[in-house]
DNA sequence: GTAATAAAGTGCCTTTTTTACACTAATAAC
DNA sequence: GTTATTAGTGTAAAAAAGGCACTTTATTAC
């Protein structure tokens, strides 16, 4: 098998990986300064080539652990860049996928040892190649598939708070919403257990901690039923670019 | 340039496209009876190896150009896939697109000079490797869509009938929706331009031809603004795979 | 030419969903 | 014990969605 093939041509493949994270009430993005060639001392996003014996995911999510030390990060495709001029060098396929992480003191310090940092997502520099427009595509996405899926926990610590919650969603989608009917939804949704704790740095009264049940989502999936997690009504859409939409 | 790549391993890349057409009330796919191996004689999509001096789009422009002698085919990119057994021989990156095309007398004959056929999407036989797969995503891609971006009528003909795009909507997602809400929302959207003329094959009363209004539709766009073309509530959804609908 | 047939076209009322809005509760700091 | 700060709670009005039945138009058959 494969001599059917040997007529056409080969191409570098690599992986890029828009990493979201959630810290200090903002949505920020894990940014690498390059310290190697093409482009070294740019920003760009964290990437590598594909190899031969490995899957696109098993791809996504080596470069994801040499970058985090991280094992299970909520990670899915994006989409895929093949513009014959994307880069410098000889064209590269680029398989991009954005991957949602808790924010943590350790992984923080191996990421910093990669010349990586934190950027919050509205402070994004210019970065190398066709990157920026990776990163516009993957909060469009991040931002529609926030209303289908019930991702918004895997950007946060096991045990939060409704107040930490609802900023989570608001800077996401960069709006105000309202306390009262931000709390409804999402608690008739019906995933989410109340502690018995409270968590008290941030406010006097102090706000109860809630887990995500998994479980109990696991279990509807199963059974073929999904629910909005939409915390607004989105008929008619404001956006800056239609094309970062990817519609 | 290009030297710093010399160390990673090149990969086959194809694309597989995944083509809709809408002919007699029913959601079809193109589909090929492969005349060449590997997988002689199974049924399959579209598809053909990526060149060194193209882009991803146009590889697939050019692959749909070859099996309907089409142009300006609506076209867009779905899904990578890449798992290390998807096919046989060496591994290929499939990168997948679906196209919408109006199904036409004279394509059909270009396309049948290739042993390509429609099938409606029910009746979708057993396709090579990961074909099926990549059908149902499309599918459920198309589903989600057509919610956001109105591109039903890149399925039918210049001039259609409302009867006729709720026929097209009906088809796409397997449900009966009531006529008269059906209308009332489909035309108080705007886009819609009632033409005198009537179609007069599939009623004696005949019904009015309708034609999109692209250049309205463009001229909101830019200005940000786009619409819900919902038919009808989707708060909780029953799917037979959650796989399928990639959330 | 008139009756029968068949699909197109039209409006209103009910239910559900969304939104707007203001006070009380708990606790720590002083 | 007063003050300050954020958590937590319910209701009513407005908007959207959903359900439902008759009239219109033109052809065909007699």
Request: charged residues 30%.
């Amino acid at each position: 098998m494969g001599n059917y093939y040997s007529n056409y041509d080969k191409h570098y493949v690599a992986l890029d990986c828009i990493i979201f994270g959630f810290e200090g009430g903002e949505l920020k993005l894990l940014l690498l300064k390059r310290k190697f060639e093409p482009a070294k001392g740019e920003w760009s996003l964290m990437g590598g080539f594909l190899d031969k014996s490995e899957s696109l995911d098993d791809g996504a999510r080596r470069i994801l652990h040499q970058l985090t030390g991280l094992n299970d990060i909520y990670m899915e495709q994006l989409f895929t860049y093949g513009d014959v001029n994307r880069d410098s060098g000889e064209r590269t396929i680029s398989v991009t996928y954005y991957a949602l992480i808790k924010v943590d003191e350790n992984d923080r310090k191996l990421a910093e040892a990669h010349g990586a940092q934190w950027v919050a997502i509205n402070k994004v520099p210019k970065l190398i190649f066709d990157h920026n427009k990776m990163v516009n595509k993957a909060l469009s996405t991040l931002r529609s598939k926030i209303v289908r899926k019930p991702i918004g926990f895997e950007l946060l610590p096991e045990k939060f708070t409704l107040p930490q919650l609802q900023n989570l969603y608001e800077a996401i989608n960069q709006e105000q919403l309202d306390k009262r009917n931000f709390r409804k939804r999402i608690l008739e949704i019906g995933l989410l257990d109340k502690l018995d704790e409270k968590e008290k740095e941030s406010s006097k009264k102090g706000a109860f901690y809630y887990k995500f049940n998994k479980e109990k989502y696991l279990l509807y999936t199963e059974k073929g039923l999904l629910f909005h997690f939409k915390v607004k009504k989105d008929n008619l859409i404001k956006v800056s670019s239609t094309e970062d939409l990817g519609i």
